[in-house]
T-cell receptor, first 111, second 114 residues
Framework: KQEVTQIPAALSVPEGENLVLNCSFT??????LQWFRQDPGKGLTSLLL?????REQTSGRLNASLDKSSGRSTLYIAASQPGDSATYLC??????????FGKGTMLLVSP | DTGVSQDPRHKITKRGQNVTFRCDPI?????LYWYRQTLGQGPEFLTY????????KSRLLSDRFSAERPKGSFSTLEIQRTEQGDSAMYLC????????????FGPGTRLTVT
């Protein structure tokens, strides 16, 4: 059974810092890995999807990498802004029906 | 807006009552998923449909829960005889059936059972 772990559980940084969020998974036979953002009390917004054949994906200030062999993915946020404050979730997809989620990293970017 | 929509956004009910939630997926998406999220946890899979066929159900989906997608478009999730432990955010997502299986989520329905 796939298990997804996210470290740290919470992170507080001043505006402008670059930061890295970590995600690890136990079963390396994944089809893709998806990073989401969730604002308090809201649904999930898809940020980046990395297919198993890819090593990284970039969107604006966000860069996600995937290392299947080590069971790790990272989300890099450059030049953080207060509007980036949210919970970030990673989820793996193993080619069947479901996403398996981590518990998320709660990010607070202070002005 | 052509994203996934869910109704209602919030529902407060008394223990023992039945509730029903609706999800409208992105129009060209064949797959529809239901997840449940409790405070401080990531979403957990409940069930999914491809067109009108319910193809998988999690063991989290007790016999008090039933989901339908009668015409392969919108879906409903019903909870009978609600319990306080059912209080959670119920999330719906949809996707194309093929690669890369990217799922798009709706805003969720927050259920509070008193």
């Amino acid at each position: 059974k796939q298990e997804v772990t996210q470290i740290p559980a919470a992170l507080s940084v001043p505006e402008g810092e670059n930061l890295v969020l970590n995600c690890s998974f136990t079963d390396s036979a994944i089809y893709n890995l998806q990073w989401f953002r969730q604002d308090p009390g809201k649904g999930l917004t898809s940020l980046l999807l990395i297919q198993s054949s890819q090593r990284e994906q970039t969107s604006g200030r966000l860069n996600a990498s995937l290392d299947k062999s080590s069971g790790r993915s990272t989300l890099y946020i450059a030049a953080s802004q207060p509007g980036d404050s949210a919970t970030y979730l990673c989820a793996s997809y193993s080619g069947y029906s479901t996403l398996t989620f981590g518990k998320g990293t709660m990010l607070l970017v202070s002005p | 807006d052509t994203g996934v929509s869910q109704d209602p956004r919030h529902k407060i009910t008394k223990r023992g009552q039945n509730v029903t939630f609706r999800c409208d997926p992105i129009s060209e998406h064949n797959r529809l998923y239901w997840y449940r999220q409790t405070l401080g946890q990531g979403p957990e899979f409940l069930t999914y449909f491809q067109n009108e066929a319910q193809l998988e159900k999690s063991r989290l989906l007790s016999d008090r829960f039933s989901a339908e997608r009668p015409k392969g478009s919108f879906s409903t999730l019903e909870i009978q005889r609600t319990e306080q432990g059912d209080s959670a955010m119920y999330l719906c997502a949809s996707s194309f059936p093929g690669s890369p299986y990217e799922q798009y989520f709706g805003p969720g329905t927050r259920l509070t059972v008193t």
